[in-house]
């Protein structure tokens, strides 16, 4: 049984920031991690997007700043790590959001690459309470002593997992020996290998563990599905499938920024408004597309994994995979953009003959307790490139795709 919010003792300010985004009642991960972290407890938490994880750690930290007299010029007290620009500006906003009635005004600054650095120095000129930063940003404003990270004494890293995939590590590592030892550390991962495990070693001390939920159990409200469909097809598909089934949002994983450019001009020369969402646009851009998605002026965008990490698009129904992703991890993050704060979700998996040996892998990588995904074929689309061997048995497609020497040897048969 879930407790109120009110039973956390948070500033009154805050809860009337919390009725007025309608949190009725704190998430799984919320009620664990807030009484912790208000208790000045280090943290470690196995947390997926979607689980509420950034209200977590954002409540306890405004709840002490509440709590103290805030300095002027500003001094950094807490330093929130994140590995890309988007998840910068969500988590930033939600900072914004839940502390706008609090009668000390909280400054709130969110830094990241990619755009001009001059308007986040000036920004930084009367210091920042809260610091929201991409770890190469952050170091570079460092660099022009634009912010000091002394004083730094709630920390957090926000999807710690993605930040060394990123390759972060360095610059976390230079981030850490500039911020004061003693301090309070939280830390949220939706996955926990081992280059993970050793920088919470390094980073907490005595962590409280908080284990919400296993991995993918978070994704009991996304069924999942994959398409057995010739590679070529693929985009007829999923017009097909958009048209077909009235999706008003999609949201589409492509493995390039030339794909997704590409399957987002196929789309629209179909009529199906839609726009690529890739690392290599302007800032402005991808704001104008991430806007224009929230408020249903697009039906699908099509991104690649590092811009779309971190998307917080409240409702996203359906999500697809048109190329699969490159692991395992990435699956379960994204197929997390949808089924989230309760939602039902659906996502699918393009598979071709060439992708359904990766296929099988992903599968065979995910948690234990997940369902096993079978291969479906849609009416219309079934594959012409298929293995030579499809058979249905225990609802999933087995196959075996010619080899070089399969094919010479039938080419010589035919001629004999
Ligand atoms: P997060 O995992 O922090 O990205 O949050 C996922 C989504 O859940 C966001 O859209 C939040 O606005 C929403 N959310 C977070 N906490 C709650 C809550 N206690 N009740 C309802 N929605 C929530």
């Known amino acids: 049984m879930l407790t109120s919010f009110d039973s956390f003792g948070l500033h009154s300010a805050l809860l009337k920031a919390l009725q007025n985004k309608a949190y009725a009642q704190p998430t799984p991960i919320q009620q664990s991690a807030i009484p912790e972290a208000l208790a000045g407890k280090d943290v470690l938490a196995s947390a997926q997007t979607g689980s509420g994880k950034t209200a977590a750690f954002v409540l306890p930290i405004l709840q002490q700043l509440a709590e103290q007299t805030l300095f002027s010029p500003r001094r950094t007290l807490a330093l929130v790590l994140v590995p890309t620009r988007e998840l910068a500006m969500q988590v930033g906003e939600v900072f914004k959001q839940l502390g706008h009635h609090l009668p000390q005004a909280v400054q709130i600054t969110t830094l990241f690459g990619g755009v001009s650095i001059n308007p986040q120095m000036m920004r930084l000129r009367g210091g920042s309470d809260v610091v929201v930063a991409t770890p190469g940003r952050l170091l570079d404003l460092v660099d022009r002593n634009a912010l000091s990270l002394a004083h730094v004494e709630t920390l957090v890293l926000d999807e710690a997992d993605r930040l060394l995939d990123m390759g972060f590590a360095l610059e976390l590592e230079r981030i850490l020996s500039l911020i004061p030892a003693k301090r309070q550390s939280l830390f949220f991962s939706a996955t ?225």
């Open 192 to 416: 926990f290998p081992t280059t993970v495990q050793q920088l919470a070693n390094t980073l907490l001390l005595e962590p409280v563990r908080i284990d919400v939920q296993p991995e993918v159990e978070n994704a009991a409200d996304i069924t999942q599905r994959a398409v057995l469909v010739d590679a070529a097809n693929r985009t007829q598909l999923l017009r097909h499938l958009v048209e077909q089934n009235k999706w008003a949002r999609v949201l589409v994983f492509v493995a390039t920024k030339h794909a997704a450019e590409m399957v987002a001009v196929k789309l629209r020369k179909a009529r199906i408004n839609a726009e690529p969402f890739h690392g290599e646009q302007s800032q402005g851009k991808r704001v104008q597309v991430l806007a224009d998605f929230k408020a249903s002026r697009l039906t699908v965008v099509v991104a690649t994994d590092v811009a779309a990490r971190g998307l917080d698009i409240a409702s996203l129904p359906v999500v697809v995979n048109f190329d699969l992703p490159r692991s395992a991890v990435d699956y379960t993050h994204r197929i997390g953009r949808t089924g989230r704060a309760g939602e039902q979700g659906l996502a699918i998996s393009f598979v071709s003959s060439d992708t359904q040996a990766h296929w099988q892998l992903i599968q065979k990588r995910q948690a234990a307790n997940t369902p096993h995904v079978t291969l479906d074929l849609v009416a219309g689309f079934e594959p012409q490139d298929a293995p030579l061997e499809v058979s249905f048995s225990n609802g999933g497609i087995k196959g075996k795709r010619p080899s070089k020497k399969d094919k010479l040897r039938a080419a010589a048969a035919a001629q004999s």
